[in-house]
């Protein structure tokens, strides 16, 4: 049996494949900005923090990031934060675990993350 183009026969192994998912999944994928002390300190350089899918590589996180900001990204720094325990009551669980990706961008690239309200 031949390959099927297109389809999603091996979703299990090539989860974010580009020819597969749309560009409206890769900017799904970026959860969310890191507002922290350090990570706002940080922006001054053109260093900004985001939360994204932790299943997404590093061609595929530039690639939604140059698209979805309209910029050009130096380099990309990843790190894989493990899960965290929580509790409720007498019951006890896990958070998820997540990614965080720390980008520089080149010199005369900016992303407006909050209005001048």
């Known amino acids: 049996m031949g390959k099927a183009s297109g389809t999603?026969?091996?979703?299990k192994k090539n989860y974010f494949n580009p020819d597969l998912w749309?560009?409206?999944?890769?900017?799904?994928?970026?959860?969310?900005?890191?507002?922290?002390?350090?990570?706002?300190?940080s922006v001054d350089n053109q260093t900004?923090?985001?939360?994204?899918?932790p299943k997404l590589t590093k061609p595929l996180i530039k690639r939604a990031i140059e698209k979805y900001f309209n910029v050009r990204i130096f380099k990309i720094n990843v790190s894989n934060l493990p899960r965290r325990q929580k509790r409720v009551g007498k019951y006890a669980g896990f958070c998820p675990s997540y990614?965080?990706?720390?980008?520089?961008?080149?010199?005369?690239?900016?992303?407006?993350?909050?209005?001048d309200i």
Request: overall charge positive.
């Open 8 to 11: 999603l026969q091996n979703t």
């Open 22 to 41: 749309s560009d409206i999944l890769f900017f799904d994928s970026i959860k969310s900005v890191v507002t922290s002390k350090k990570a706002l300190l």
């Open 48 to 53: 900004y923090c985001f939360m994204v899918n």
């Open 99 to 115: 990614k965080k990706v720390t980008v520089t961008l080149n010199y005369d690239d900016t992303i407006n993350l909050f209005s």
